[in-house]
């Protein structure tokens, strides 16, 4: 008679883990927002409705439990940030990597101007080939740096927890086309990010891929 045999042992899937998520917003409106001149890595300040969305937006970010707080150097991120950590009750880290694009020559212009004197540079910009713009920062130099810090952001907190930071409108466009493996014409396919606007990534299991649970989500 056989004696009966253990079952194999199956083999190992990977970390099950639960997952971490990223919320990565961007800063209340400042007066070049409003006037539609290019910031990049100007330093402008939030103007009253941009203080008036980040206290709208920051109980709703803050409800979705984040338990790290990160921010760009550059003041309208670390204003709009100051809102969330008071209602964290938390330090926000500060990091220059999550700084805008650098956009060169076009810092300070308007929007109008640039269309008229530079129109098809322009319509590309706004596709997310920030490449065009004379003497401003590569597109593969800022997914570098933005994706180095949102992996740093990320390792700051354990599996099944939450992340935050708080950076700029063209820096998270190219910083979740990166994480997500995409190239160029598929940022294109992501619009531009309203003042206080958020979007959420997220891994299924701890280390895993990131996938994209929202975008331009508003308090």
């Known amino acids: 008679m056989t004696s009966p045999t253990t079952p194999p042992t199956a083999p190992p899937t990977g970390d099950e883990r639960p997952g971490r998520t990223l919320v990565l917003v961007r800063h209340g409106r400042t007066a070049w927002n409003a006037d539609g001149r290019a910031q990049g890595q100007t330093d402008v300040d939030l103007d009253e409705l941009g203080h008036e969305q980040a206290a709208r937006m920051a109980p709703v970010v803050a409800a979705l439990g984040p338990s790290v707080l990160w921010c760009s150097d550059l003041a309208r991120a670390r204003d709009t940030a100051s809102y969330v950590a008071k209602e964290l009750g938390v330090e926000p880290t500060v990091d220059r990597r999550l700084r805008e694009f650098h956009l060169g020559e076009r810092e300070g212009v308007r929007r109008a101007d640039w ?97 994209l649970v929202s975008w331009n989500e508003q308090a």
Do not use: Q
């Not at 008229?116 to 997914?143: I, K, L, Q, S």
């Not at 927890?161 to 997500?180: K, M, P, Y």
């Open 115 to 211: 269309v008229a004197r530079w129109p098809d540079e322009r319509a590309r910009f706004e596709d997310g080939d920030y490449d065009v713009v004379p003497g401003g920062e590569r597109r593969a130099e800022v997914a570098s740096r933005m994706g180095e810090v949102c992996r740093a952001v990320l390792d700051a907190v354990g599996p099944g927890e939450t992340a935050a930071a708080v950076s700029h409108g063209g820096a998270i466009r190219t910083a979740v086309a990166s994480l997500l493996g995409w190239d160029t014409p598929g940022a294109s396919s992501l619009r531009g990010l309203d003042n206080c606007g958020w979007t959420r990534l997220a891994e299924r299991t701890y280390g895993g891929p990131l996938r």
